[in-house]
Protein backbone atom coordinates (compact mmCIF):
# COMPACT_ATOMS: atom_id res chain seq x y z
CA UNK A 1 0.00 0.00 0.00
CA UNK A 2 1.19 3.61 -0.26
CA UNK A 3 1.70 5.85 2.01
CA UNK A 4 -0.54 8.82 2.62
CA UNK A 5 1.21 12.55 1.08
CA UNK A 6 1.12 13.30 5.33
CA UNK A 7 3.31 9.81 6.70
CA UNK A 8 6.79 9.46 6.18
CA UNK A 9 7.98 6.24 4.43
CA UNK A 10 10.78 4.26 6.71
CA UNK A 11 13.94 4.26 4.30
CA UNK A 12 14.68 0.87 6.13
CA UNK A 13 13.99 -1.56 8.73
CA UNK A 14 14.15 -0.23 12.06
CA UNK A 15 16.00 -2.29 15.23
CA UNK A 16 12.80 -3.29 17.22
CA UNK A 17 15.44 -5.15 19.79
CA UNK A 18 14.67 -2.91 22.21
CA UNK A 19 11.43 -3.84 22.56
CA UNK A 20 12.19 -7.46 23.10
CA UNK A 21 14.06 -6.06 25.61
CA UNK A 22 11.46 -4.35 27.67
CA UNK A 23 9.17 -7.08 26.98
CA UNK A 24 11.29 -9.69 28.69
CA UNK A 25 11.67 -7.84 31.78
CA UNK A 26 7.98 -7.72 32.18
CA UNK A 27 7.88 -11.22 31.42
CA UNK A 28 10.55 -11.68 33.95
CA UNK A 29 9.22 -9.77 36.95
CA UNK A 30 5.79 -10.42 36.26
CA UNK A 31 6.43 -14.17 36.32
CA UNK A 32 8.14 -13.69 40.20
CA UNK A 33 5.81 -11.54 41.43
CA UNK A 34 3.29 -13.52 42.28
CA UNK A 35 5.77 -15.75 44.44
CA UNK A 36 6.81 -12.85 46.09
CA UNK A 37 3.75 -11.45 47.39
CA UNK A 38 3.06 -15.30 48.26
CA UNK A 39 5.83 -15.47 50.59
CA UNK A 40 5.56 -12.33 52.70
CA UNK A 41 4.72 -13.65 56.25
CA UNK A 42 0.56 -12.18 57.19
CA UNK A 43 1.13 -9.19 58.99
CA UNK A 44 4.44 -7.97 58.11
CA UNK A 45 3.43 -4.86 57.12
CA UNK A 46 7.09 -3.46 56.36
CA UNK A 47 7.78 -5.88 53.74
CA UNK A 48 4.03 -5.86 52.23
CA UNK A 49 4.68 -2.24 51.58
CA UNK A 50 8.54 -2.83 49.90
CA UNK A 51 6.29 -5.64 47.60
CA UNK A 52 3.58 -3.38 46.91
CA UNK A 53 6.03 -0.50 46.05
CA UNK A 54 7.83 -3.15 43.52
CA UNK A 55 4.20 -4.55 42.08
CA UNK A 56 3.29 -0.98 42.01
CA UNK A 57 6.13 0.35 39.71
CA UNK A 58 5.82 -2.69 37.52
CA UNK A 59 2.00 -2.14 36.57
CA UNK A 60 2.66 1.53 36.31
CA UNK A 61 5.32 0.69 33.36
CA UNK A 62 3.11 -1.86 31.82
CA UNK A 63 0.49 0.89 31.98
CA UNK A 64 2.41 3.43 30.19
CA UNK A 65 4.28 0.55 27.72
CA UNK A 66 0.84 -0.10 26.55
CA UNK A 67 -0.28 3.92 26.41
CA UNK A 68 2.77 4.82 24.16
CA UNK A 69 2.08 1.82 21.82
CA UNK A 70 -1.62 3.33 21.45
CA UNK A 71 -0.53 6.61 20.95
CA UNK A 72 2.36 6.91 19.10
CA UNK A 73 2.54 3.49 16.87
CA UNK A 74 -1.23 1.84 16.41
CA UNK A 75 -2.33 4.59 14.51
CA UNK A 76 0.50 5.00 12.47
CA UNK A 77 0.42 1.22 11.40
CA UNK A 78 -3.50 1.55 10.76
CA UNK A 79 -2.99 4.10 8.67
CA UNK A 80 -0.36 2.50 6.10
CA UNK A 81 -1.01 -0.57 6.48
CA UNK A 82 -4.43 -1.22 7.38
CA UNK A 83 -4.63 -4.60 5.85
CA UNK A 84 -2.22 -6.11 7.14
CA UNK A 85 -2.99 -5.02 10.71
CA UNK A 86 -7.09 -6.12 10.13
CA UNK A 87 -6.41 -9.76 11.25
CA UNK A 88 -4.65 -8.50 14.65
CA UNK A 89 -6.78 -5.51 15.31
CA UNK A 90 -9.06 -8.07 17.33
CA UNK A 91 -6.35 -10.26 18.82
CA UNK A 92 -4.21 -7.72 20.24
CA UNK A 93 -7.63 -5.59 21.64
CA UNK A 94 -8.53 -8.49 23.01
CA UNK A 95 -5.10 -9.37 25.07
CA UNK A 96 -5.09 -5.84 25.95
CA UNK A 97 -8.19 -5.94 27.37
CA UNK A 98 -7.52 -9.24 29.75
CA UNK A 99 -4.41 -7.67 30.57
CA UNK A 100 -5.91 -4.24 31.62
CA UNK A 101 -8.92 -6.03 33.54
CA UNK A 102 -5.95 -8.37 35.59
CA UNK A 103 -4.00 -4.78 36.37
CA UNK A 104 -6.99 -2.74 37.37
CA UNK A 105 -7.70 -5.57 40.07
CA UNK A 106 -4.26 -5.50 41.22
CA UNK A 107 -4.09 -1.95 41.52
CA UNK A 108 -7.37 -1.60 43.46
CA UNK A 109 -6.08 -4.58 45.79
CA UNK A 110 -2.38 -3.84 46.79
CA UNK A 111 -2.84 -0.48 48.62
CA UNK A 112 -4.90 -2.48 50.60
CA UNK A 113 -2.63 -4.84 51.38
CA UNK A 114 0.40 -2.49 51.53
CA UNK A 115 -1.33 -1.21 54.66
CA UNK A 116 -2.67 -4.33 56.29
CA UNK A 117 -0.54 -7.01 55.34
CA UNK A 118 -3.97 -9.41 55.61
CA UNK A 119 -3.44 -12.66 54.56
CA UNK A 120 -6.39 -13.40 52.27
CA UNK A 121 -5.32 -9.57 50.35
CA UNK A 122 -1.62 -11.45 50.26
CA UNK A 123 -2.88 -14.35 48.32
CA UNK A 124 -5.78 -12.80 46.20
CA UNK A 125 -2.90 -10.49 45.06
CA UNK A 126 -0.58 -13.30 44.60
CA UNK A 127 -3.32 -15.29 42.49
CA UNK A 128 -3.77 -12.29 40.10
CA UNK A 129 -0.15 -11.80 39.75
CA UNK A 130 -0.08 -15.38 37.93
CA UNK A 131 -3.12 -14.40 35.85
CA UNK A 132 -2.03 -11.63 34.67
CA UNK A 133 2.16 -13.16 34.13
CA UNK A 134 -0.04 -16.01 31.90
CA UNK A 135 -2.13 -13.27 29.99
CA UNK A 136 1.13 -11.31 29.57
CA UNK A 137 3.06 -13.73 28.12
CA UNK A 138 0.61 -14.59 25.37
CA UNK A 139 0.35 -11.08 24.60
CA UNK A 140 4.02 -10.55 24.82
CA UNK A 141 4.35 -13.75 22.30
CA UNK A 142 1.91 -12.53 19.90
CA UNK A 143 3.31 -9.10 19.69
CA UNK A 144 6.50 -10.08 18.92
CA UNK A 145 5.96 -12.69 16.05
CA UNK A 146 3.18 -11.11 14.53
CA UNK A 147 3.26 -6.96 15.00
CA UNK A 148 6.98 -6.41 15.25
CA UNK A 149 8.18 -7.34 11.83
CA UNK A 150 5.06 -4.85 10.57
CA UNK A 151 6.61 -2.34 12.81
CA UNK A 152 10.01 -2.59 11.75
CA UNK A 153 9.55 -1.78 8.39
CA UNK A 154 6.25 0.75 8.46
CA UNK A 155 7.86 3.21 11.12
CA UNK A 156 10.49 5.27 10.48
CA UNK A 157 13.44 5.75 12.68
CA UNK A 158 12.25 9.36 14.52
CA UNK A 159 9.08 7.52 14.98
CA UNK A 160 10.78 4.83 16.46
CA UNK A 161 12.95 7.14 18.56
CA UNK A 162 10.02 9.29 19.28
CA UNK A 163 8.57 5.90 21.30
CA UNK A 164 11.34 5.34 23.53
CA UNK A 165 11.51 9.00 24.23
CA UNK A 166 8.15 8.91 25.61
CA UNK A 167 8.84 5.82 27.64
CA UNK A 168 11.95 7.55 29.59
CA UNK A 169 9.80 10.46 29.84
CA UNK A 170 7.50 8.76 31.53
CA UNK A 171 9.78 6.99 34.68
CA UNK A 172 9.48 8.99 37.57
CA UNK A 173 13.12 10.35 37.96
CA UNK A 174 13.92 8.41 41.21
CA UNK A 175 13.24 5.22 39.73
CA UNK A 176 15.02 5.90 35.92
CA UNK A 177 18.38 3.85 37.01
CA UNK A 178 16.39 0.94 38.70
CA UNK A 179 14.36 0.49 35.71
CA UNK A 180 17.31 0.98 33.22
CA UNK A 181 18.90 -1.55 34.92
CA UNK A 182 16.06 -4.09 35.13
CA UNK A 183 16.35 -3.69 31.34
CA UNK A 184 20.09 -4.47 31.35
CA UNK A 185 19.89 -7.56 33.56
CA UNK A 186 18.84 -9.85 30.68
CA UNK A 187 18.69 -7.36 27.61
CA UNK A 188 20.61 -7.43 24.52
CA UNK A 189 23.31 -5.03 25.05
CA UNK A 190 22.97 -3.90 22.34
CA UNK A 191 19.70 -2.53 22.34
CA UNK A 192 20.29 -1.35 26.28
CA UNK A 193 23.38 0.95 24.33
CA UNK A 194 20.81 2.54 21.65
CA UNK A 195 18.99 3.47 24.41
CA UNK A 196 21.20 5.71 25.41
CA UNK A 197 22.94 6.71 22.16
CA UNK A 198 21.67 10.44 22.10
CA UNK A 199 23.07 10.76 25.47
CA UNK A 200 26.78 12.66 25.66
CA UNK A 201 29.44 9.48 26.34
CA UNK A 202 30.39 10.46 29.97
CA UNK A 203 26.69 9.72 30.64
CA UNK A 204 26.87 6.49 28.65
CA UNK A 205 29.46 5.49 30.35
CA UNK A 206 28.91 6.23 34.09
CA UNK A 207 24.47 5.59 33.63
CA UNK A 208 25.19 2.01 32.99
CA UNK A 209 26.85 1.39 35.85
CA UNK A 210 24.61 2.99 38.29
CA UNK A 211 21.81 1.07 37.24
CA UNK A 212 23.16 -2.05 37.48
CA UNK A 213 24.13 -1.23 41.21
CA UNK A 214 20.64 0.53 41.61
CA UNK A 215 19.05 -3.11 40.25
CA UNK A 216 21.24 -5.21 42.45
CA UNK A 217 20.20 -3.56 45.63
CA UNK A 218 16.68 -3.76 44.18
CA UNK A 219 16.77 -7.40 43.44
CA UNK A 220 18.27 -7.99 47.09
CA UNK A 221 15.07 -6.27 49.01
CA UNK A 222 12.64 -7.76 46.78
CA UNK A 223 13.89 -11.51 45.88
CA UNK A 224 16.43 -11.87 48.05
CA UNK A 225 19.50 -12.29 44.97
CA UNK A 226 20.93 -10.31 43.26
CA UNK A 227 20.52 -12.82 40.26
CA UNK A 228 16.33 -13.47 40.35
Do not use: C
Amino acid sequence: MTASPTTTTPTGPIDTRQMITVHRFFRREFRLAGGVVAGVAADDQKRARLVADHVELLTRTLHHHHTHEDELIWPKLLDRVPEELAPLVRLMAEQHARVDSVVAEIDELRPRWAVTAGAADRDRLAELLDRLSGHLAEHLDAEEERVLPIIARTLTAQEWHEVGERARASNRKDQMSLVLGMLQYEGDPEAVAAMLAAAPPPVRWIVPKLSRRAFRRHALAVHGTATP
